[in-house]
């Protein structure tokens, strides 16, 4: 009996697997960072090679997807057939059930007539499992690049908004996160010599150089591209650093940058912990007594949490290590329950 | 009797360069958008090319350089050593003056002794010229990536600050312009259906999108790259703003994407006037009646101008067409007068 599921998060600049071999097993995962938009036809290869890595491709598979957003492709609706195409490419032989923002699965065939509905749904498939384990709770999930605020009241997953713009707006999608957010969209100025300094609006330096500098991420999790082409090192990070106020390690010492990276990870906190406020307020008497949390960045999040005066708990076991492929885990274990009210 | 100089404005994304037969002759200017970050080597073939656009290569060079930030380059000290070496490739047999922030012509071998005073010196040439004609006077040049605030007092170069971090301090140097500016560096939110949202952190629109889309520029003045390798229409401009808040222009109508648009513009008028109070407020009683302005984002400036209560003039004579290449003709002016005292 091939009980195995594959679930998929295809992002625009990760592509994350979660292998279940048995229902609600522990799920192996793998995670491979590509710039999609740098080259969108190398993808099918990727799915490919990903799968490879976990046993090969099974019969059924999972997906949710991001990837449409990425600006290699002139729409939404073009992005979602994009992907769809390149799963195919890759995986002839298997099924594919995708994930929508309604919460079910839909065959590829009705995804494709409905892409809008399968479009940025990694968060429902992750906030949907962890509903089941808290009827109560925001689950916070602070990725390489965005965070998710995710209201679950009463055991149902509570968003107001459905698609990314609508969540935007909500302050249950905010786009910051642990490792390629450019610190000029985090900060418009770094503290230098007791004073304030007008950063330099280029990708000098990304939040991945940030944690790095801190200790709070270590060489081996920074695994996006460097914004220099340089290396991982905390002096090559560094040196990213200090260019954000047009200087370079000669000019600045390592107390200066320090002071610097701190002032940019508490601003990242800041602005999670206003989505978590925002999100809040809106659930009024119905607001959640505690954070779940998830994803790469989750000393991120645990800081947000702190400042809004939220307890916090994880939830590795169901969503594997770390949480740091929360919605790959998802799919798979909620495809790997078997039939539902699929569309 | 040769009396041609080349004047070059050497930067990260654009060299410029302004050909001068006569001393106070009429500038010819040429302009090449060059990614110097993604292909350094490509540096010396550019120099050679847009010279030879200006008639080849005269026996006296006037050189400013902003190119030694970009992040191809370890330091700024080796940024300053790989452009010259670039600039003795591309022309062997000229004579190179560079220019420094202390508003002297040093030899290529002066030049190489104390890099730092040649690093960034290009507001440096403008001012000195400008201070001629206008003895008290704020100039302000905003160019594709940058703004230059520049008080000019008594007929002197009143800057407060001579490095890239000591005017990012002052306000003499805001990163704000009319082409190369992520839109996610300049504002957090933007306004969609009368409400606010935030904003994705993602090169996915600049600057030249927002003053295309509003009609400040043309296409033709979209120089720069695009950030999603497309074309440079309204419609294409419009589906990159509109990806700004996680949409595209299947989900917002053109009226959501001016007002967009707009926001945008707005913010970075109130950065560069913000700027101007700055150095007006350090200079007190001293401060200049009013402002020149320069540079291809001169409706940026002169917005800035206005909201600060200062009425603005501009250079064109002085400064070449738009003074859109100030700095390089300004080297040229400056060395075309002959020997002064240079180190």
């Given at each position: ?171 249950e999608l905010v786009y910051t996160g642990a490792l390629r957010t450019p610190v000029c969209a985090v900060v418009r100025r770094l503290p230098w010599r007791g004073r304030r300094c007008r950063v330099a609006a280029e990708l000098f330096a990304i939040a991945a150089d940030v944690h790095l500098w801190l200790g709070s991420i270590g060489e081996s999790d920074y695994t996006c591209e460097t914004p220099d082409g340089r290396g991982r090192s905390r002096e090559e990070a560094g040196a990213r650093l200090a ?101």
């Amino acid at each position: 009996l091939n009980t195995a599921v594959l679930g998929w998060d295809v992002g625009g600049a990760n592509v994350k697997a979660a292998r279940l071999d048995e229902v609600d097993g522990v799920p192996r995962v793998a995670e491979r960072p590509f710039a999609l938009w740098r080259e969108p036809e190398g993808l099918w290869g990727v799915l490919a090679e990903v799968a490879a890595s976990l046993g090969g491709p099974p019969q059924r598979m999972g997906v949710t997807m991001t990837a449409e957003l990425a600006d290699c492709f002139a729409s939404k609706r073009r992005g979602v057939a994009f992907v769809l195409d390149a799963l195919r490419r890759a995986f002839p032989r298997s099924r594919l059930w995708v994930y929508g923002v309604d919460g079910r699965f839909r065959s590829e065939e009705a995804a494709r007539r409905k892409p809008l509905r399968v479009a940025a749904a990694n968060w429902m498939a992750s906030a949907t499992l962890v509903a089941e384990a808290w009827p109560n709770a925001l689950f916070v999930d602070v990725g390489s690049t965005t965070s998710d605020v995710i209201p679950i009241v009463g055991g149902l997953v509570a968003a107001g908004g459905r698609s990314d713009s609508a969540r935007l707006r909500r302050g249950e999608l905010v786009y910051t996160g642990a490792l390629r957010t450019p610190v000029c969209a985090v900060v418009r100025r770094l503290p230098w010599r007791g004073r304030r300094c007008r950063v330099a609006a280029e990708l000098f330096a990304i939040a991945a150089d940030v944690h790095l500098w801190l200790g709070s991420i270590g060489e081996s999790d920074y695994t996006c591209e460097t914004p220099d082409g340089r290396g991982r090192s905390r002096e090559e990070a560094g040196a990213r650093l200090a260019r954000m106020v047009g200087a370079d390690l000669e000019s600045l010492d390592a107390e200066a940058v320090t002071a610097m990276a701190e002032c940019v990870a508490r601003a990242q906190g800041r602005q999670i912990a206003a989505a978590i406020r925002q999100v809040m307020r809106r659930l009024g008497a119905r607001r959640p007594p505690l954070a779940v949390l998830a994803g790469r960045g989750r000393f991120l999040a645990r800081a947000a949490a702190d400042a809004a005066g939220l307890p916090s708990g994880e939830a590795d076991a169901l969503l594997g290590p770390g949480g740091a492929a929360a919605p790959a885990v998802a799919v798979a274990r909620l495809l790997a329950r078997g039939p539902r009210t699929w569309r």
